[in-house]
């Protein structure tokens, strides 16, 4: 076999599904309790909305954007992100016409053209929620508080909460100068994206992960310093909300956020021994978005968690998720016409509810009942032809190898007490 998959994307195997399947659950159970219903938006959008929502001067647009014509020509990009589409999905269809707020939430995949390394992928998959139409702070908190619980439901140890206020326009068009005086005499120490940076975005310097930008950067001026009197309330009513529910969160003044969209609370959640990719969740508040897309004017706020990197986290913390399904019974039958009245009685006890396999390869009762210890059964049921002629099963117990009869009316009754 000489095709390969392309770089930077993975398969799941059955062992691998089924813990996602776990923490996919451990996810709606979790949203379900607050609220959150799930929204599907497509895989593909117009270029356009990432350009405009995401912005133009980020480096997902620039960079990573998985983007190509349709037939017609038209330029369209495979989602690096889900806010921007959740916000296009809600004007689109109006949801602002019904009471607020809208909270929703997403599981699926995303597309970056990042360069493939650990915990970073060119498909990857989020868990996203977004609060629409309300900028109450407590929405604010209530997320971050969803975001940090599931990393705790889950069993993950030594997760820190960083949070921040990046301010509103108002109070970034100051902070925007202060912090351009502070960079422009230094402008040779800094990285070529970054000299690119400070004259696009200066914001963005702060978030380069480079040893010497971060060293020029260091005594750089401090955005909660430039905070308006209504962006520093918002930010104490956040901070004195995740008091109350005693989420720790430490405060960092230069999380800026790689997106555009974001105005007053910014935070990130950090797993420790993921390396350089060890940021498994970042959202915050985005109140200008709706109407940069066109749409009417709608507070937001929400977070995308990397499941990847957080079944990285789980892995290598070695937490163990309890998988065990429900139990599985083999069906074993021997002869043609056995088979046949097998295959029945499968589907019939498969109808009522239980799990049933048979074997599809014709093979010996020896090799039916190695197959169904392999497949973990907890009982195999033998259908020979001579038990069958006397309405009966061979019921084997596989963990003590003890075989009894039992009528085949009997039988699915009998499942239900072996359960
Ligand atoms: P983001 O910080 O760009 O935010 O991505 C969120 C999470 O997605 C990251 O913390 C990381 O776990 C995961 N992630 C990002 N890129 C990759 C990659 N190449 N490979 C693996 N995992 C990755 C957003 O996407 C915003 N839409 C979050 C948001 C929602 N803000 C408000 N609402």
Request: proline share 6%; net charge neutral.
């Amino acid at each position: 076999m000489s095709i390969q998959r392309p770089q930077g994307v993975q398969d799941f195997l059955p062992r691998q599904t089924a813990e996602w399947q776990y923490v996919e659950n451990e996810i709606r159970a979790l949203c379900q309790s607050c609220g959150y219903e799930e929204i599907r938006t497509p895989v593909f959008e117009a270029t356009e909305l990432f350009r405009r929502g995401v912005g133009a001067t980020t480096d997902i647009v620039n960079k990573e954007m998985f983007t190509f014509e349709d037939k017609n020509g038209r330029s369209l990009t495979l989602r690096p992100e889900g806010t921007a589409a959740v916000a296009r999905a809600y004007a689109e269809n109006k949801l602002y016409g019904q009471t607020p707020p809208w909270k929703l939430y997403y599981i699926g995949p995303m597309f970056r053209y990042e360069k493939p390394q650990a915990g970073r992928f060119h498909q990857f998959h989020q868990f996203g929620v977004e609060a629409l139409g309300t900028g109450d702070p407590l929405a604010d908190a209530e997320i971050v508080w969803l975001a940090w619980t599931l990393g705790e439901k889950l069993g993950l140890r030594g997760l820190s909460l960083r949070l921040n206020s990046v301010g509103c326009p108002v109070c970034r068009r100051n902070y925007h100068a202060a912090l351009t005086a502070f960079l422009q005499p230094r402008a040779p120490e800094l990285c070529a994206d970054c000299r690119v940076r400070l004259e696009k975005n200066p914001l963005r310097v702060l978030d380069c992960k480079k040893e010497p930008c971060q060293a020029t950067t260091a005594a750089a001026p401090e955005l909660p310093d430039y905070l308006c009197p209504d962006c520093r309330e918002h930010f104490a009513a956040v901070r004195s909300y995740l008091a109350a529910t005693d989420t720790p969160y430490q405060l960092d003044s230069r999380l800026v956020r790689g997106l555009d969209y974001y105005c007053k609370t910014a935070f990130e959640i950090i797993a420790p021994g993921l390396g350089a990719q060890n940021a498994i969740c970042g959202g915050g508040r985005y109140d200008g978005l709706m109407e940069e897309l066109g749409g009417p004017p709608t507070p937001g706020v929400g977070f995308a968690l990397g499941l990847e990197r957080l079944l990285g986290a789980l892995a290598e913390q070695n937490v163990s998720l309890p998988l065990s399904g429900p139990p599985r019974y083999v069906l074993a039958a021997l002869g043609a016409e056995a088979r046949r009245r097998a295959v029945r009685l499968a589907a019939e006890l498969r109808a009522a509810g239980f799990t049933v396999l048979m074997d599809l390869q014709g093979q010996s009762l020896k090799s039916q009942l190695k197959f169904a210890d392999r497949k973990g059964a907890a009982f195999t049921f033998i259908c020979g032809e001579n038990e069958l002629e006397r309405g009966v099963v061979a019921a084997r117990d596989m963990r003590t190898g003890e075989q009894r009869e039992i009528p085949l009316p009997e039988l699915a009754r009998a499942l239900k007490d072996l359960r």
